[in-house]
């Protein structure tokens, strides 16, 4: 079966999670500049959403399943309101930034955008590091970011400045550990939907479950029963 060089780039528009909101007449425009070619269609389309899709059952599955099941993190891309809830807590931060779980690869995006440098994402889900891929072509930052397949529990962490997570409770609680093992004190972690329970944030933005926390780890390192710690702070509307 053929298909027509529009039509791909319809396709494209309809299975890739859409992190804009131009329209589809803007995206076709958009896909015929870059001037891709046979090849350059078939390395996105790998992948777009619809890719990420079929491939799931045959392929990634069962390498899935090898992970424990308290550890798995189903994949729900971050909206809008909440990536900008998650920069809003780091505001006034610079330095490298890494996303753990990085999903499509947004998160990591945005935070370049904002002068952060350089911005990293661990994925293990092979498709999602190449749709990220495929977000960052998109934005013409392809190659000024990165995504690698990785094992979060496995990145190294004493470097980092800034880490961002979107994860289950299950795992934040594990996690929690490695990064007060890790992260040296004058790191800031931001958490998205849910929080880190044992920690105390000194800042939260928005509501419900586009609520964000940010946690300072020379804070989360302090004795327990201290008294320094700061009650978090609703930031203004």
């Keep these: ?21 131009d329209s589809p007449e803007e995206f076709l425009a958009e896909f015929k500049e870059k001037n891709l070619g046979v090849w350059g269609i078939a390395q996105i389309a790998a992948g777009s959403g619809l890719a ?14 090898k992970v424990p099941l308290r550890l798995q993190v189903p994949y729900l891309p971050a909206s809008r309101i ?7 807590l780091l505001s006034g931060r610079k330095g490298n930034l ?20 350089p911005t990293v994402g661990y994925e293990l889900n092979p498709w999602l590091v190449l749709l990220a891929n495929f977000h ?13 397949r990785d094992d979060l529990w496995k990145v190294d962490l004493t470097e980092c400045k800034n880490v961002t997570v979107f994860l289950a409770p299950s795992v934040l ?23 880190f329970t044992e920690w105390t944030p000194c800042r ?14 020379l804070a989360q390192k302090r004795p327990a029963g201290s008294n320094l710690l700061a009650e978090p702070e609703e930031s203004p509307v």
Aim: include cysteine; hydrophobic fraction near 40%; aromatic fraction near 12%.
């Design 1 to 21: 079966m053929t298909m027509r060089y529009d039509q791909c780039a319809v396709f494209l528009y309809l299975s890739s999670e859409r992190m804009e909101d």
């Design 52 to 65: 990420v899709y079929t491939m799931w059952a045959g392929l990634l599955m069962p390498g899935f399943r």
């Design 82 to 88: 909440q990536v900008q809830n998650v920069m809003k």
């Design 98 to 117: 890494v996303d753990l779980g990085s999903g499509d690869g947004r998160i990591v995006l945005e935070a370049h955008k904002l002068g952060f440098g």
């Design 136 to 148: 960052a072509w998109r934005a013409g930052d392809y190659g000024k970011v990165s995504y690698q």
């Design 173 to 195: 609680s594990l996690l929690q550990e490695k990064m007060e093992n890790e992260l040296p004190d004058d790191a800031m972690v931001v958490a998205g939907r849910f929080p």
């Design 204 to 217: 939260i933005e928005g509501d419900g479950v586009d609520r964000a926390w940010s946690y300072t780890m």
